[in-house]
T-cell receptor, first 110, second 115 residues
Framework: AQRVTQPEKLLSVFKGAPVELKCNYS??????LFWYVQYSRQRLQLLLR??SRESIKGFTADLNKGETSFHLKKPFAQEEDSAMYYC????????????FGTGTRLTVIP | KAGVTQTPRYLIKTRGQQVTLSCSPI?????VSWYQQTPGQGLQFLFE???????NKGNFPGRFSGRQFSNSRSEMNVSTLELGDSALYLC??????????????FGNGTRLTVT
């Protein structure tokens, strides 16, 4: 079975400080990992995915298969980063559905 | 391109009634998935449709059903509503739903309240 764990429900950091949102997963195969973000009164939207190995809005995330983690990082938090962040896993084959973590609400304090 | 469109935005129903929610995917997207979002359970997968066929199903009772039309639009139906069905129902579409270049794009959701 697959499972996504986001240990922090709430995370507050000061503007300009580094931020790391943790995500751990369990899955016996090779998963695809995603980070989705939901800003206030907006729809859930894709932030980044591990296969792209890209930086979006200054955020990066590296898939660590040894530690089964996909932590989201940004060196300098901005106020506009305040949002709900969800880590999600898609299995390697056979299905298009995502398994979501419970989410972390990030608040960036000015 | 227009995004994923869900209607209606809000619904209030009574226990025992049934409800139908609608989702129009992004143009050209053939895969439509439905998710239920609640404070207690978070985001949970309901089912996925591709080319008018249910391709995958989550762990929800048979009261939850769906279908997809030839234009890829999808509907979700919940019969014999229970108080616990109160939730935000999200629809997501993707181009093919296969392979590693098919991320999901979500709609704004339909907020269902069962009284």
């Amino acid at each position: 079975a697959q499972r996504v764990t986001q240990p922090e429900k709430l995370l507050s950091v000061f503007k300009g400080a580094p931020v790391e949102l943790k995500c751990n997963y369990s899955y016996s195969g090779s998963p695809e990992l995603f980070w989705y973000v939901q800003y206030s009164r907006q729809r859930l939207q894709l932030l980044l995915r591990h296969i792209s190995r890209e930086s979006i809005k200054g955020f990066t995330a590296d898939l660590n298969k040894g530690e089964t983690s996909f932590h989201l990082k940004k060196p300098f938090a901005q106020e506009e980063d305040s949002a709900m962040y969800y880590c999600a896993l898609r299995r390697q084959t056979g299905a298009n559905n995502l398994f979501f973590g419970t989410g972390t609400r990030l608040t960036v304090i000015p | 391109k227009a995004g994923v469109t869900q209607t209606p935005r809000y619904l209030i129903k009574t226990r025992g009634q049934q409800v139908t929610l609608s989702c129009s995917p992004i143009s050209g997207h053939r895969s439509v998935s439905w998710y239920q979002q609640t404070p207690g359970q978070g985001l949970q997968f309901l089912f996925e449709y591709f080319s008018e066929t249910q391709r995958n199903k989550g762990n929800f009772p048979g009261r939850f059903s769906g279908r997809q039309f030839s234009n890829s639009r999808s509907e979700m139906n919940v019969s014999t509503l229970e108080l616990g069905d109160s939730a935000l129902y999200l629809c997501a579409s993707s181009p093919s739903g296969e392979g590693r270049d098919s991320p999901l794009h979500f709609g704004n959701g339909t907020r269902l309240t069962v009284t």
